[in-house]
């Protein structure tokens, strides 16, 4: 009898196919502008700022108020659109594209339930999730059980994507940074926004893959508790780039002249020392724990694309795990 690891041929598998799919050139590969020069140098002094080592890193959240539109409205449920200046201070705002300035929420509300009596998650977008659409049909489901969804467009995706930039490739190292910070100020704003403009008890925030990782950082650095679910996540973007299917999509050899202009030689070794570097800034087990750690619910798998195949079922454990987590 043959035995089969099926972990370890799924993740041959997606490594053949992820060095065939970028190797051809069939699409163009991550940070093809380089690592972004000053700008990687100011979120990399920024992000160090949220670590627990540094005094006051459970900064309260910025005020937003976003200007809403109904998209559509039944009996029992309202989905509505909303968008907000992005709350980020000057420095953010200025290193941001314009096309990223204006963030965009899509709300799914349960009608006639008041808010005490609901919980309400935020979504958070994985890599290449541009649109609202995949995690509203999540939040479908969880209607049911008085559970409202709140979609965030993350900055260099959907509406918010810089011209030049192709599909989710972001075109330089700094954006990745740039994204994650914007999306951690955004959500913890719209939970801030969810509990004193609305009147929501129980929140949570939630993501899939690099959602997941953004989700679990605002967790820990949110100021009140919130239930987290960070759903089959790396514990950072070094998983990603430097050793999982999406190192075959980086452009090595950019960055390495990018860098040789400031040092004489640079071996490809060196380059991705320094991409371990930066993107250890992403380390979710750097970050404080949350304020309530029992309310925190990781999801992991052998293969992350059984996500897109069983959709029920991940609309099933949300729904399980906010009965659970929000009581």
Same mark, same amino acid.
């Given at each position: 009898?043959?035995?089969?690891? #099926?972990? $370890?041929?799924?993740?041959?598998?997606?490594?053949?196919?992820?060095?065939?799919?970028? &190797?051809?050139?069939?699409?163009?590969?991550?940070?093809?502008?380089?690592?972004?020069?000053?700008?990687?140098?100011?979120?990399?002094? $920024? %992000?160090? @700022?949220?670590?627990? +080592?540094?005094?006051?890193?459970?900064?309260?959240?910025?005020?937003? @108020?976003? %200007?809403? &539109?109904?998209?559509?409205?039944?009996?029992?449920?309202?989905?509505?659109?909303?968008?907000?200046?992005?709350? /980020?201070?000057?420095?953010?705002?200025?290193?941001?594209? !314009?096309?990223?300035?204006?963030?965009?929420?899509?709300? #799914?509300?349960?009608?006639?339930?008041? !808010?005490?009596?609901?919980?309400?998650?935020?979504?958070?977008?994985?890599?290449? +999730?541009?649109?609202?659409?995949?995690?509203?049909?999540?939040?479908?489901?969880?209607?049911?059980?008085?559970?409202?969804?709140?979609?965030?467009?993350?900055?260099?995706?959907?509406?918010? &994507?810089?011209?030049? @930039? =192709?599909?989710?490739?972001? #075109?330089?190292?700094?954006? *990745?940074?740039?994204?994650?910070?914007?999306? %951690?100020?955004?959500?913890?704003?719209?939970?801030?926004?969810?509990?004193?403009?609305?009147?929501?008890?129980?929140?949570?925030?939630?993501? #899939?893959? $690099?959602?997941?990782? =953004?989700?679990? $950082?605002?967790?820990?650095?949110?100021?009140?508790?919130?239930?987290? *679910?960070?759903?089959?996540?790396?514990?950072?973007?070094?998983?990603?780039?430097?050793?999982?299917?999406?190192?075959?999509?980086?452009?090595?050899?950019?960055?390495?002249?990018?860098?040789?202009? @400031? /040092?004489?030689?640079?071996?490809?070794?060196?380059?991705?020392? &320094?991409?371990?570097?930066?993107?250890?800034?992403? +380390?979710?087990?750097?970050?404080?724990?949350?304020?309530?750690?029992?309310?925190?619910?990781?999801?992991?798998?052998?293969?992350?694309?059984?996500?897109?195949?069983?959709?029920?079922?991940?609309? =099933?454990?949300?729904?399980?795990?906010?009965?659970?987590?929000?009581?």
């Amino acid at each position: 009898m043959v035995t089969v690891n #099926l972990g $370890m041929l799924h993740y041959v598998l997606d490594h053949v196919y992820g060095a065939f799919v970028h &190797r051809t050139k069939l699409s163009p590969p991550f940070f093809s502008r380089g690592w972004g020069g000053a700008k990687l140098d100011l979120l990399e002094k $920024m %992000i160090r @700022q949220l670590f627990p +080592d540094v005094a006051g890193q459970n900064w309260p959240p910025s005020l937003i @108020q976003p %200007i809403w &539109r109904t998209v559509w409205e039944t009996r029992t449920a309202c989905l509505r659109e909303g968008v907000f200046r992005t709350p /980020c201070d000057d420095q953010i705002i200025g290193a941001l594209p !314009p096309e990223s300035h204006a963030a965009r929420v899509a709300f #799914l509300v349960p009608k006639s339930v008041p !808010p005490q009596k609901m919980a309400c998650v935020v979504h958070l977008a994985g890599t290449g +999730d541009h649109s609202f659409e995949r995690r509203l049909r999540l939040g479908g489901p969880l209607l049911k059980e008085n559970v409202a969804t709140m979609v965030l467009e993350s900055p260099f995706y959907g509406q918010r &994507r810089p011209l030049l @930039q =192709h599909g989710a490739k972001l #075109l330089c190292v700094s954006d *990745l940074l740039l994204l994650g910070r914007v999306t %951690i100020e955004e959500a913890r704003s719209l939970l801030y926004w969810l509990e004193h403009n609305e009147g929501f008890g129980k929140m949570g925030v939630c993501g #899939l893959s $690099m959602g997941g990782v =953004h989700a679990a $950082m605002v967790g820990s650095l949110h100021p009140t508790p919130v239930a987290t *679910l960070p759903f089959l996540s790396p514990h950072s973007a070094v998983v990603a780039f430097c050793e999982g299917i999406l190192k075959h999509g980086t452009a090595w050899e950019v960055l390495r002249e990018d860098l040789q202009v @400031q /040092c004489a030689s640079m071996t490809l070794e060196e380059v991705k020392e &320094r991409m371990r570097n930066v993107l250890s800034l992403t +380390d979710v087990t750097r970050f404080p724990i949350p304020k309530n750690p029992k309310a925190v619910i990781f999801v992991a798998a052998t293969v992350s694309n059984a996500l897109y195949s069983y959709y029920p079922i991940w609309s =099933h454990v949300l729904c399980l795990w906010w009965c659970w987590a929000c009581t």
